[in-house]
């Protein structure tokens, strides 16, 4: 079956850094979209970026872009995500989800689906 697990996750302080990682497994990877989404603590989740099967970036949430990037990595069946000059509003789980979705903000568990568990990123001073 799907498997997506994150890494990468942790606290940095304001204007950090931090490279996150998903590894896919169960699917042909190189076949599949990938998205990067997050949700803070009682917010929506939101989608922060979409890769391309082959690569190509499709959507930057307009709150990250020019600092974050997504890249990817057929064959090592992974994605990852560069974040740099971090603010306190990125702080959140972010996942890796497999495929496109065609909203930007959701509700509930069912969303942006199948999705890893996530890894928690904290930014503060």
């Known amino acids: 079956q799907v498997q997506l697990v994150e890494s990468g996750g942790g606290w940095v302080q304001p204007g950090g850094s931090l490279r996150l990682s998903c590894v896919a497994s169960?699917?042909?990877?190189?076949?599949?979209?990938m998205s990067w989404v997050r949700q803070a603590p009682g917010k929506r989740f939101e989608l922060v970026a979409d890769i391309s099967d082959s690569g190509t970036i499709t959507y930057y949430s307009p709150s990250v872009k020019g600092r974050f990037t997504a890249s990817r990595d057929n064959a090592k069946s992974m994605i990852n995500l560069q974040m740099n000059n971090l603010k306190p509003e990125d702080t959140a789980v972010y996942y890796c989800?497999?495929?496109?979705?065609?909203?930007?903000?959701?509700?509930?568990?069912?969303?942006?689906?199948?999705r890893g568990p996530g890894t928690q990123v904290t930014v503060s001073s």
């Open positions: 989800a497999k495929g496109r979705e065609t909203y930007f903000y959701c509700n509930g568990d069912d969303c942006f689906t199948p």
């Open positions: 169960g699917f042909t990877f190189s076949d599949d979209a």
